[in-house]
């Protein structure tokens, strides 16, 4: 079973987006992922790092996101991990895609994309951590 890793370590600030997303298009170029799917990944990564972000620490002291990435079984893990406020984009509620763009609530929409990009997106508060999961079956894209 080849297993390939990657892990790092992001500002909490939204600069930090262009790292992100070369560090993702490195590896994935590394390990033969279609543009398609780096262009998917990196999306569902973006919103997910923007959120903590922007929503996740109370003030604007200097914090760490870890990022994870492997590669096993025809699947792409993304682990990320924070000390932030407590969130579960998991079981957050998203919008109905279908209401009139009048009668939609405010927020939600990228945390539906993310859930429609990923095929699994977990989330576990461990020693004060926000750890969220996202698993990607390559063979899709």
């Known amino acids: 079973m080849a297993r390939n890793n990657l892990s790092f370590k992001l500002k909490n600030n939204i600069s930090e987006l262009d790292k992100l997303g070369r560090k993702l298009s490195t590896f994935g170029n590394k390990i033969g992922l279609s543009k398609k799917c780096i262009f998917q990944i990196n999306l569902a990564l973006d919103e997910l ?22 590669h096993v079984n ?52 461990c020693d004060e951590k926000n750890i969220t999961t996202l698993v990607k079956n ?4």
């Open 74 to 125: 025809g699947k792409i893990r993304v682990e990320m991990e924070d000390t932030g406020i407590p969130f579960d984009p998991a079981s957050a509620e998203t919008p109905d895609p279908i209401t009139e763009i009048e009668n939609c609530k405010v927020g939600g929409l990228g945390l539906h994309l993310v859930k429609k990009i990923m095929d699994e997106i977990t989330y576990q508060r």
């Open 49 to 70: 790092f923007t959120n903590i972000v922007s929503y996740g620490f109370p003030d604007e002291s200097p914090q760490w996101i870890s990022v994870a990435l492997s």
């Open 138 to 141: 390559i063979s899709d894209c």
